[in-house]
């Protein structure tokens, strides 16, 4: 055979494997995105929002803890970590539930659903699991289907801070025909074989929001009015992930920022050192934890819900 025969071959060969290896392993975390439509935004600045408070409110709950390595979720090479020894920790895996007067229950973030009872994984199979993934573990009634029940909430739609499997595996609980919204370029990874939980598994297609049409909410960047009244705002922080998002809440009551992983605990507020391994950027998610900082100085009445702090 020619030399060049022999090389087309190959190349043709490899092409095979290749897209077999695609269509087998990676095209389960497919989904389709569409674009979120937001409504004419109300308000051009903080100033502005803070002086119309609108009738919306939110509660967090735990849905079960998870065990991490410390320097997953901080980052321990950080000046200040010197003497912070690395350690498995465990977390409470949150979920908030707003509620606005005339446009009902949404969620953020979807917490553990309740395979998690009696399986430290939930749903998620495959080789890696084992060596690579932190045992979950939950109270009976504690997922967040029960919660809903108790309750007896209708969600309207789900708002996700970003989409790592600590903050998705209660969709598989959830209604689909709702809308399902995240920020734009926000990846999910689910592999057929190696690390599977299809937690996104019967959802039509995950909404985008587009911050370039935002309006500029400093010390961070920019901010887009998710129901067009000023209530609810979903904030641009990638870093710790790519697509990462804040929420804030403007309420007659309290305004409160929830931070997602962009901030995980008290702990990492108060020292200041950022998001560790987990993050696709941790010098952008260090950065974004300053401003975080900053903004509660700027604004002390506001209330923090960090990522896994209760
Ligand atoms: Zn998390």
């Not at 320097?71 to 977390?91: C, F, P, R, T």
């Not at 400093?218 to 992930?241: C, M, Q, R, Y």
């Not at 009551?253 to 993050?279: H, K, L, M, R, W």
Request: glycine share 10%.
């Amino acid at each position: 055979m020619k030399k060049s025969r022999k090389i087309l071959l190959a190349s043709a060969l490899l092409i095979a494997v290749i897209s077999a290896f695609a269509l087998l392993v990676v095209q389960s975390s497919i989904i389709p995105r569409r674009p979120f439509s937001a409504p004419e935004t109300s308000y051009h600045s903080w100033d502005g929002i803070f002086s119309s408070p609108q009738p919306i409110s939110i509660h967090t709950y735990s849905t079960g803890m998870m065990q991490t390595d410390l320097s997953g979720i901080m980052n321990l090479a950080h000046e200040k970590a010197a003497d912070i020894e690395d350690v498995v920790v465990e977390i409470p895996v949150t979920t908030s539930i707003i509620h606005h007067q005339e446009l009902g229950a949404y969620l953020i973030d979807a917490g553990l659903d309740s395979s998690y009872t009696n399986n430290p994984y939930g749903t998620t199979r495959g080789i890696l699991v084992k060596g690579f993934l932190g045992k979950g573990s939950q109270e009976p009634n504690t997922s967040i289907a029960a919660i809903l029940e108790r309750k007896n909430i209708q969600l309207q739609g789900i708002w996700l801070t970003h989409l790592h499997p600590d903050h998705t595996a209660g969709i598989v609980d959830l209604p689909k025909h709702i809308p399902y919204v995240v920020g734009e370029g926000e990846r999910y990874l689910n592999f057929r074989f190696f690390m599977q939980s299809d937690h996104l598994a019967g959802i039509k297609a995950l909404h985008e929001i587009d911050f370039t049409k935002g309006v500029d909410l400093p010390p961070f960047g920019k901010g887009v009015d998710l129901f067009g009244d000023g209530s609810f705002w979903a904030i641009e922080s990638s870093g710790h992930s790519k697509g990462h998002v804040m929420y804030f809440i403007n309420g007659v009551d309290e305004q409160v920022i929830v931070t997602g992983d962009a901030c995980n605990d008290q702990y990492q507020f108060d020292s200041g050192i950022g998001p560790g391994y987990f993050s696709s950027d941790p010098e952008k998610a260090q950065k974004m934890l300053e401003s975080i900082i900053m903004f509660k100085e700027r604004y002390p009445e506001v209330r923090l819900v960090f990522g896994h702090d209760l």
